[in-house]
DNA sequence: TAGATTGTTAATCGATTAACAATC
DNA sequence: TAGATTGTTAATCGATTAACAATC
């Protein structure tokens, strides 16, 4: 399975996991594209293309072997070997993403939040809440390489490059601004204001076709 | 201003838009889509394009006035006018994203949260917490046109009927989960599975080539 | 005028879609 | 065999990029 895959495809590949994955146990052991594809109302040759990426467990007539699927899909994102991330801005976001379970289903392992000034030692779920003088040293130890970023936008780049200093090699920012990285870190920007956007026009649009 | 814009370019601007408002006021009056580009580490065409789209403000030889490009963006992305909404799941996310200060900025504000079991009557902020019985009634009399869903997974699809119901027409879903919805309606995942998949596949290959 | 910067028109690139052949 | 479904090859579509003309 060494082929090149596509930044769109990736990301429509969980949405996939998590519809195979809501199915009752009682469902029918295979599944189709087709089915898959009304199901998430999408094309079928598209979800067809996508999983051709990550599986040739397809067979005609039948489709694919539903665990199967989901056992190809989790390991091509990597669901299998859980990923240790550290969050740096252990405010009232960042305290909500620490406490998300859900995250453990990707293969995420939230083990500790970091700020200037804790204002606790640990999270309400029993996480633990350190200075950011000792992420170093924690990271370090660790080998971690993923840093969830949920400061303010002010101090979103010098915290950016603290984790870098750290050792991260991957970032996922919930500040709204754009962070200068060298080359091989990886930043992906978990931007509510680009969500926020399409909504605020598709609205204003609505708006404006019901008066005119 | 009667364009149609793609998605692409949508998503692109408040990317602008939170840079521009973060330069001091000391700044040069004026600002060109090559030093944009340069700053946002973006191609110089992309950007210059991006703009014209939006304002017609830019002049050769000097670029765009700040405070005007400012103003086109906000404009176009709906900023000036506040968009109502409310919050369905008042759970830590749910609470979170109704104590963030930054939605302002981009013109929405979440009057108010509802729960199946509300924990309490009102954030720490003061925003109230109601039971979900009460949404229809709430929305109806304020006309309110933008629904957040913050609740689980599996309570999603069954809150977001109950939001089409109450005469919402945009929903903010940040539950992992595909949501079926008649046509006139807009949906937009703010979907976390996405993002870490691509940091996942990043960092596995990042692990691999180290090895290898 | 010369140079910087804009906006436009054409070329490239990549993703999606459509048509078809292969297979159980 | 016939039909459903897969995977592949070609066509379309849209976004990005490059080249250029226009303007201050």
Wanted: proline share 5%; net charge neutral; aromatic share 6%.
């Amino acid at each position: 399975m060494e082929k090149k895959i596509s930044k769109f495809v990736l990301k429509r590949l969980p949405g996939y996991l998590a519809y195979l994955k809501s199915l009752p146990d009682t469902a029918p052991e295979h599944i189709s594209a087709t089915t898959l594809a009304n199901a998430l109302g999408m094309g079928q040759v598209q979800v067809r293309k996508d999983l051709a990426m990550v599986s040739d467990g397809g067979r005609p007539k039948v489709g694919y072997r539903r665990k199967e699927l989901i056992e190809d899909i989790e390991q091509f994102l990597g669901c299998d070997n859980t990923t240790d991330a550290v969050l740096i801005g252990a405010g009232k976001l960042g305290q909500a993403l620490m406490a998300y379970q859900g995250f453990s289903e990707y293969g995420l392992n939230i083990l500790a939040g970091f700020d200037i000034a804790p204002a606790m030692d640990m999270t309400e779920e029993g996480k633990p809440i350190y200075p950011v003088e000792q992420l170093e040293e924690y990271c370090r130890s660790r080998k971690i390489l993923m840093g969830i970023l949920t400061v303010p936008a002010e101090h979103a780049q010098s915290a950016c490059d603290l984790l870098i200093r750290c050792g991260i090699k991957a970032i996922w920012n919930f500040a709204p601004t754009h962070l200068e990285v060298p080359e091989h870190i990886l930043v992906q920007n978990q931007n509510m204001a680009t969500s926020l956007a399409v909504l605020s026009v598709h609205l204003q649009k609505q708006i404006k076709d019901e008066k005119g």
